[in-house]
């Protein structure tokens, strides 16, 4: 059995970490929902809390699609860190590059999933 190499370990620790701090940030990205930043009350205004919908479809029910949407991202980046192979300067931005794109991905999907753009 092969060791994985630490470059590849410490990389994806690092996408990992980005997409935890960013990750309520896109949120609001893709639902305008209200969410905000971890150090600036993160989901303390989005619109999960009003009366009315719409309401934020990954911040809903104590967040299930978030965790749907936030576990889709880190296997996609842990398929890209850990596939055989050398870790090229290449593979490590598509490595970051897929918090984006596998978070619109989702997001779409959840949104369209919802209903949530059709209030």
């Not at 893709?30 to 971890?38: K, T, Y």
């Not at 576990?71 to 300067?89: D, E, F, K």
Request: positive net charge.
């Amino acid at each position: 059995m092969s060791r994985i190499p630490w470059s590849k370990v410490v990389v994806l620790a690092a996408a990992l970490g980005v997409t935890y701090i960013f990750f309520i940030i896109w949120c609001d990205f893709v639902f305008n929902c209200g969410c905000n930043s971890l150090w600036a009350g993160a989901a303390d205004h989005c619109n999960v809390h009003n009366a009315n919908p719409p309401h934020c479809p990954w911040c809903v029910e104590h967040g299930r699609y978030g965790s749907v949407a936030f576990g889709a991202i880190s296997v996609a980046q842990a398929s890209i860190a850990l596939w055989p192979g050398s870790l090229t300067r290449l593979r490590a931005l598509v490595l970051f590059a897929s918090f984006s794109t596998v978070g619109a991905i989702v997001g779409g999907l959840t949104g369209l999933y919802t209903g949530y753009w059709s209030w």
